[in-house]
T-cell receptor
Framework: AQTVTQSQPEMSVQEAETVTLSCTYD???????LFWYKQPPSRQMILVIRQEAYKQQNATENRFSVNFQKAAKSFSLKISDSQLGDAAMYFC?????????????FGTGTRLTIIP | GAVVSQHPSRVICKSGTSVKIECRSL??????MFWYRQFPKQSLMLMATSNEGSKATYEQGVEKDKFLINHASLTLSTLTVTSAHPEDSSFYIC????????????FGEGSWLTVV
């Protein structure tokens, strides 16, 4: 079974600074998808960024980027120029390759605090 | 973007009664929807995969007779918690993938269930 591990229960960063959230996973598949979701106090799950395992290039979405290390099974999220609105729980998630099976396996989450 | 709506957002029910939570894809069709449960300060745990026109697939340890899932149409899945008990109190959230969207998965806003 696939597992996703987030080893940082809590992180904090000064506003405008950069922070990196860690995620490792375990799978025997060669093709899969990785995600970072943000869950603010409203509890709405918001997709931050997505990475396809077959792509070597790291995904980037504005201030958010990932460092995808397939051999190491590592998928960290870097948030640049942190803003107060970035404060939330961040979940790393894994999805297998099979079409029609979009169930996600989530890590335990990292609570990010932004210090003004 | 695509919208997934859950109703009710909050519900309080008496112990021993049943409560139904709806998950609707408002602007797309989804043959598969997923139901997750999230305990306070914990991650999302997949409960079951809801399949349109067929029986749901439950994860190990989830009581299918207690958590009834019906996926009667391509835009609606319902989760019924039967004979609810206080330990069923939790945050329930659904997700769905549009048939034509590729790999983007959308989440509902979630539903808080409190059993008293």
């Amino acid at each position: 079974a696939q597992t996703v591990t987030q080893s940082q229960p809590e992180m904090s960063v000064q506003e405008a600074e950069t922070v990196t959230l860690s995620c490792t996973y375990d799978t025997s598949e060669s093709d899969y998808y990785l995600f970072w979701y943000k869950q603010p106090p409203s509890r709405q799950m918001i997709l931050v960024i997505r990475q396809e395992a077959y792509k070597q290039q790291n995904a980037t979405e504005n201030r958010f980027s990932v460092n995808f290390q397939k051999a190491a099974k590592s998928f960290s999220l870097k948030i640049s120029d942190s803003q107060l609105g970035d404060a939330a729980m961040y979940f790393c998630a894994y999805r297998g390759p099979n079409f029609g099976n979009e169930k996600l396996t989530f890590g335990t989450g990292t609570r990010l605090t932004i210090i003004p | 973007g695509a919208v997934v709506s859950q109703h009710p957002s909050r519900v309080i029910c008496k112990s021993g009664t049943s409560v139904k939570i709806e998950c609707r894809s408002l602007d797309f069709q989804a043959t598969t929807m997923f139901w997750y449960r999230q305990f306070p300060k914990q991650s999302l745990m997949l409960m079951a995969t809801s399949n349109e026109g067929s029986k749901a697939t439950y994860e190990q340890g989830v009581e299918k007779d207690k958590f009834l899932i019906n996926h009667a149409s391509l835009t609606l899945s319902t989760l019924t918690v039967t004979s609810a008990h206080p330990e069923d109190s939790s945050f329930y959230i659904c997700s769905a993938r549009p048939e034509t969207s590729g790999n983007t998965i959308y989440f509902g806003e979630g539903s808080w269930l409190t059993v008293v």
